[in-house]
């Protein structure tokens, strides 16, 4: 049972556009969610992150949002760069807890010249 | 330089001859894991550590075994791998108090025949 889905294997935009990347979840337990980054033959490297007690968190050019009635977050990049082609992973956790990190399936983000 | 380091980086085997996947972590973390990532799955959690001498299982931990005897180390071992264990192996770590923000290694990439 996948708890936190990426239902977009892949997403192509063009360089200076922004790019949205989604993810939804199904356990209501999850009071915190993360983007991390993954570029070939290297390990996922956090990215950015937000409490279920906010619904927006900005980084720069990197934004997340949260719909908690939704259950469904986002991650904003704006402008996107060809250097932020990489393999975007969605995780969740429930805090306070011997908890792991839930792992969506990944979307492959492409910037095209 | 903080770093999670794994060896080997990239591993052929074959069935049932036991191997071990190294992880060291030079941060002082107490918190490490073991993670499985296939196409269309996303990252799954094999076992992870709160610290010395304490482990769990994960989400897939069947076929697995660790052991935790020392805070930088955490190594996989698959004592009779099978080709459903063809597999990329990310270890991470963090400090147990900042789960979500964990550091990756590099990942071994094993393919068992």
């Known amino acids: 049972d996948q708890q936190v889905k990426q239902n977009s294997p892949s997403l192509s935009v063009q360089e200076g556009r922004i790019s949205i990347l989604n993810c939804d979840y199904t356990?209501?337990?999850?009071?915190?969610f993360l983007w991390y980054k993954k570029y070939p033959a290297e390990g996922p490297t956090f990215l950015i992150s937000i409490s279920s007690i906010k619904d927006k968190n900005e980084d720069g050019r990197f934004t997340v949002f949260l719909n908690k009635s939704a259950k469904h977050l986002s991650l904003h990049i704006v402008p996107s760069q060809p250097g932020d082609s990489a393999v975007y992973f969605c995780?969740?956790?429930?805090?306070?807890?011997?908890?792991?990190?839930?792992f969506g399936t990944g979307t492959r983000l492409q910037v095209t010249l | 330089e903080a770093q999670v380091t794994q060896n080997p980086r990239y591993l052929i085997t074959v069935t049932g001859k036991k191997l071990t996947v190294t992880c060291s972590q030079n941060m002082n973390h107490e918190y490490m894991s073991w993670y499985r990532q296939d196409p269309g799955l996303g990252l799954r959690q094999i076992y992870y550590s709160m610290n010395v001498e304490v482990t769990d299982k994960g989400d897939v931990p069947e076929g697995y075994k660790v052991s935790r005897k020392e805070k930088r180390n955490f190594p996989l071992i698959l004592e009779s791998p099978s080709p459903n264990q063809t597999s990329l192996y990310f270890c991470?770590?963090?400090?147990?108090?900042?789960?979500?923000?964990?550091?990756f290694g590099p990942g071994t990439r094993l393919l068992v025949l």
């Open positions: 991470a770590s963090s400090r147990r108090d900042v789960q979500e923000t964990q550091y």
């Open positions: 356990n209501s337990m999850f009071d915190y």
């Open positions: 995780a969740a956790l429930i805090t306070g807890t011997a908890s792991k990190l839930t």
